[in-house]
T-cell receptor
Framework: AQKITQTQPGMFVQEKEAVTLDCTYDTSDPSYGLFWYKQPSSGEMIFLIYQGSYDQQNATEGRYSLNFQKARKSANLVISASQLGDSAMYFCAMRGLYSGGGADGLTFGKGTHLIIQP | DTGVSQDPRHKITKRGQNVTFRCDPISEHNRLYWYRQTLGQGPEFLTYFQNEAQLEKSRLLSDRFSAERPKGSFSTLEIQRTEQGDSAMYLC????????????????FGAGSRLTVL
């Protein structure tokens, strides 16, 4: 079984500041993948960034980076230089990886509502 | 490619009625997923298909729910005898994965079908 915990229901951040969204996870799988998705008010889930448990370096995608601390089982999302368009729900998710390409569905956290203020 | 399409976007029905949602995935994607998202929660996995085969079903998928993916293209999710507790956003996602794919298996989501049961 897998579990994702996002402890920040909501956050207010000033435009252009950096923001860190917290995510901790629990799993018995030896290998796993961690994902962050953004969900604006339109409802569509937008993929942001992926980190494999076996990756040696933290993932980065443009203004997004993932602060992966395996021993602490945390996978925090860092958004640099926040913009008004970053206002949305943000979800951390994970799936176990195992031989055979099994495709367990993603397990999502409850999300963090990020509001960027001008 | 227009991404993952879902229809209808909104559905209001009376308790006890049947409803059907349709999902058209990205054409080259062989995997299709259904998720349910209730207010204030992250998406919950319901079921997934690889081509036309339904490979996994969550225990959340009661006997009133049935999903199909004939010919491995579009998929339908039917809910029979709807209950007020079925009110939620139903999200469809697709991905491509073969035996050589990495564990990332990034899912592309549609905008969802919002169901309201009165």
């Amino acid at each position: 079984a897998q579990k994702i915990t996002q402890t920040q229901p909501g956050m207010f951040v000033q435009e252009k500041e950096a923001v860190t969204l917290d995510c901790t996870y629990d799993t018995s799988d030896p290998s796993y993948g961690l994902f962050w998705y953004k969900q604006p008010s339109s409802g569509e889930m937008i993929f942001l960034i992926y980190q494999g448990s076996y990756d040696q370096q933290n993932a980065t995608e443009g203004r997004y980076s993932l602060n992966f601390q395996k021993a602490r089982k945390s996978a925090n999302l860092v958004i640099s230089a926040s913009q008004l368009g970053d206002s949305a729900m943000y979800f951390c998710a994970m799936r176990g990886l195992y031989s055979g390409g099994g495709a367990d569905g993603l397990t999502f956290g409850k999300g963090t509502h990020l509001i960027i203020q001008p | 490619d227009t991404g993952v399409s879902q229809d209808p976007r909104h559905k209001i029905t009376k308790r006890g009625q049947n409803v059907t949602f349709r999902c058209d995935p990205i054409s080259e994607h062989n995997r299709l997923y259904w998720y349910r998202q209730t207010l204030g929660q992250g998406p919950e996995f319901l079921t997934y298909f690889q081509n036309e085969a339904q490979l996994e079903k969550s225990r959340l998928l009661s006997d009133r729910f049935s999903a199909e993916r004939p010919k491995g293209s579009f998929s339908t999710l039917e809910i029979q005898r709807t209950e007020q507790g079925d009110s939620a956003m139903y999200l469809c996602a697709s991905s491509y994965q073969d035996s050589q794919s990495s564990g990332a298996n990034v899912l592309t989501f549609g905008a969802g079908s919002r169901l309201t049961v009165l």
